[in-house]
């Protein structure tokens, strides 16, 4: 399958974070009142914070910026499609009582590794080395990052001058790791429908 192929499978649109936590808590095929009467709790928004805390890798104060009701509208855009993935991973609900108890270890690729899985695996040595010697390779090496992390081409090319993008911000690891779970998933669904 080349990359772009397994890149399509991806979701193509970021996921609401109340949206998100809904499917988290299994609350999101509850009534309006059912719903308000979840999200009243006065232990809910301390869990969802967990929960997100615990799927960025980030710090309590991180997410409560992000806003001071449940819809965490300032939440980055490139989080709502770290959420998406998570989602088409099927990672939560499954994960929620490690992630609750402090358990759950949250997926981890470096942009190496993302990328010689996605442009490389499967090919031979001659094709690999034609590959990464090809003049445009880096630059295809940043757009499937941008492609897949949603951020600017600047900020990717800041991480580094290499293929392992180094200074590349943890959180953006996460993702990585995030959108393989989910390739990973969505691909074996769609083998079993061709099979």
């Known amino acids: 399958m080349n990359h772009y192929n397994t890149l399509k499978i991806l979701p193509t649109q970021g996921l609401e974070p109340r949206q998100f936590l809904r499917h988290c808590f299994d609350i999101a095929e509850l009534t309006p009142e059912q719903l308000l009467e979840e999200e009243t ?78 442009l490389l695996e499967g090919l031979t040595e001659q094709q690999i080395l034609q590959t990464v010697s090809h003049a445009n390779f880096r630059a295809t090496c940043v757009k499937t990052l941008t492609q897949v992390l949603h951020i600017g081409t600047k900020s990717v090319q800041d991480w580094g001058q290499d293929m392992s993008f180094r200074k590349m911000p943890k959180i953006h690891k996460h993702t990585l790791g995030y959108a393989l779970d989910a390739i990973s998933k969505l691909s074996s669904k769609w083998d079993k429908q061709a099979a």
């Open 41 to 118: 709790d006065s232990q809910y928004r301390k869990k969802c914070i967990t929960v997100l805390c615990a799927i960025f890798g980030v710090q309590r104060p991180t997410v409560r910026k992000w806003g001071s009701d449940l819809n965490f509208d300032g939440m980055p855009n490139y989080c709502k499609f770290a959420l998406a993935y998570i989602q088409a991973a099927e990672i939560v609900p499954n994960q929620l009582k490690s992630i609750l108890r402090g358990e759950y270890n949250a997926p981890q690729v470096d942009a190496q590794t993302f990328l010689e899985k996605i």
